[in-house]
Every structure is written in structure tokens, then in C-alpha cells.
T-cell receptor, first 114, second 112 residues
Framework: GAVVSQHPSWVICKSGTSVKIECRSLDFQATTMFWYRQFPKQSLMLMATSNEGSKATYEQGVEKDKFLINHASLTLSTLTVTSAHPEDSSFYIC??????????FGPGTRLTVT | QKEVEQNSGPLSVPEGAIASLNCTYSDRGSQSFFWYRQYSGKSPELIMFIYSNGDKEDGRFTAQLNKASQYVSLLIRDSQPSDSATYLCAVNIRGSARQLTFGSGTQLTVLP
């Protein structure tokens, strides 16, 4: 299967700071990337969909000014959590899709805001 | 009605048995179906996908589609304790620009 990487795998930051998470498709070009959030023992929650070179589409209830998404190339998308607060602590997972329907997930980034 | 529904479980089977996981979907026009496995604390891993043209077998895993009843199942033969995980069903809902809609997952425990 296709390989998607994320960096960092875990991060601890102080409340009020911003954190950037990178998602890369290593062996294919991802025309679309997705960002999910998952709280403990809960299901995946789609936050936004990004297409290379265009603005991301955010799901209802997700603040676009707080979760900045940039999909500048066919292999890289970034999620920046701005002014993070403890309630933003979660497991953030990206996935990437080429021209087919299959989505491949990155390993996830565990964010802890203190 | 949710677009993709799964029994949350937990489903427990003894080692060596067949584990059967089911998923129902609401859009009769859906044509692609995916099963992901997610271990605790890890991200989902794609294990099987089928399109509307038939079932698929890969090693111990078989994905079956029943279009008339709008459900897709995943069978795991000779279940192993290492199969214990949450299994997510995902469906391409028509009109969603090929975006997958995920079920909430079924937790499977294989007892040694």
C-alpha cells in the first residue's frame, strides 16, 4: 500500500502557542488530503478536506482560523493549530488519496497542550 | 439514520474462530467499500477494499457485499489475538466527491 508520513509523531506545547503538523505522501501524488481528529475511545472525526493548490473545505463546527491547512504541493499538506488550548489535545491523523478512491492514513500526531 | 453504521461491539471470538463484522450503508448508489483496522493508539490501516462488482478474498480476510440489503461484511478466518482491534468500515457515498464516509467502528477481541 501507499505510504503516508506525519511529523511530528507527538508534540507537547504550552497553551496559547501554535503547532504545525506535516503530512507527506511518500510514494504517490496526493491530489486530496484529509485531516481527522480522534479523541480517546471515540471514532474518527473529519476536520477538513484539502486539494492541492486550493483552499481547504472545513467540516461544520471546525474553525478554519484556528486550524490552518495548507496543501502547497501534491505530496505535502500541513495543519497548524493556532493558539492551542488544552481542549485541542487529541490525536490528529491525516490521510491522502491519489486519483483512485483508496485513502491511506499517516501514523498520526499526538498533541498535548499544557 | 447514519450513512454508515456498524455495531460498536465489543465482539469477542475465540482464537481460531471466524470473526464476522458487518456494516450497513444508506446510499444504494455506493460503489466502493473499504475496511480499515485500527489498533489502540494507532492510526487506521487499510486492509481490504471492494467495488460493487464482487467479493474479495485476501489471505484470511474476505470482504463480501450484499447490494440488495445494503451491507458489507468482513470475515476473518482463523482469528488470532493479533487481530484484536477496532475495524472501521468506509463507504464512498455518492455525491461526496469520492470522500469516504466512515462508520464508528467495531471493536474485536480475539481470546487466546
Amino acid at each position: 500500500g501507499a505510504v503516508v508520513s506525519q511529523h511530528p509523531s507527538w508534540v507537547i506545547c504550552k497553551s496559547g502557542t501554535s503547532v504545525k503538523i506535516e503530512c507527506r505522501s511518500l510514494d504517490f501524488q496526493a491530489t486530496t488530503m484529509f485531516w481527522y481528529r480522534q479523541f480517546p475511545k471515540q471514532s474518527l472525526m473529519l476536520m477538513a478536506t484539502s486539494n492541492e493548490g486550493s483552499k481547504a473545505t472545513y467540516e461544520q463546527g471546525v474553525e478554519k482560523d484556528k486550524f490552518l491547512i495548507n496543501h502547497a504541493s501534491l505530496t505535502l499538506s500541513t495543519l497548524t493549530v493556532t493558539s492551542a488550548h488544552p481542549e485541542d489535545s487529541s490525536f490528529y491523523i491525516c490521510s491522502a488519496r491519489s486519483n483512485s478512491y483508496e485513502q491511506y492514513f499517516g501514523p498520526g500526531t499526538r498533541l498535548t497542550v499544557t | 439514520q447514519k450513512e454508515v453504521e456498524q455495531n460498536s461491539g465489543p465482539l469477542s471470538v475465540p482464537e481460531g474462530a471466524i470473526a464476522s463484522l458487518n456494516c450497513t450503508y444508506s446510499d444504494r448508489g455506493s460503489q466502493s467499500f473499504f475496511w480499515y483496522r485500527q489498533y489502540s493508539g494507532k492510526s487506521p490501516e487499510l486492509i481490504m477494499f471492494i467495488y460493487s462488482n464482487g467479493d474479495k478474498e485476501d489471505g484470511r480476510f474476505t470482504a463480501q457485499l450484499n447490494k440488495a440489503s445494503q451491507y458489507v461484511s468482513l470475515l476473518i478466518r482463523d482469528s488470532q489475538p493479533s487481530d484484536s482491534a477496532t475495524y472501521l468500515c468506509a463507504v464512498n457515498i455518492r455525491g461526496s466527491a469520492r470522500q469516504l464516509t466512515f462508520g464508528s467502528g467495531t471493536q474485536l477481541t480475539v481470546l487466546p
